[in-house]
């Protein structure tokens, strides 16, 4: 059964940093497009950014500059590098990996900045 963890997240205060990552398990994850999503309360899910089998990212203009996405097809592992928080990063950031037939989400871990 595919899974994926998502771990790092907590309570920070504006302008600091956290590391997320993502363990993935069940799927051939080397030859998959991964990204990291946000939801924050009463808004749509969102994409954060996005990094390709081949290791080609794209973010989010509201974080371009500050996150950066990378994968570690070794470890099964997509991380999500957030620096220079704002208070506006505050959601619960999702995992997923896409797969042949149907995406595959995590279970979400929780940001919140403090201003």
């Known amino acids: 059964q595919v899974q994926l963890v998502e771990s790092g997240g907590g309570l920070v205060q504006a302008g600091g940093s956290l590391r997320l990552s993502c363990a993935a398990s069940?799927?051939?994850?080397?030859?998959?497009?991964m990204g990291w999503y946000r939801q924050a309360p009463g808004k749509q899910r969102e994409l954060v950014a996005a990094i390709t089998r081949g290791g080609m990212t794209n973010y989010a203009d509201s974080v371009k500059g500050r996150f950066t996405i990378s994968r570690d097809n070794t470890k099964n592992t997509v991380d999500l590098q957030m620096n220079s928080l704002k208070p506006e990063d505050t959601a619960v950031y999702y995992c997923?990996?896409?797969?042949?037939?149907?995406?595959?989400w995590g279970q979400g871990t929780q940001v919140t900045v403090s201003s």
């Open positions: 069940g799927i051939y994850f080397s030859i998959n497009d």
């Open positions: 997923k990996i896409q797969g042949p037939f149907r995406a595959y």
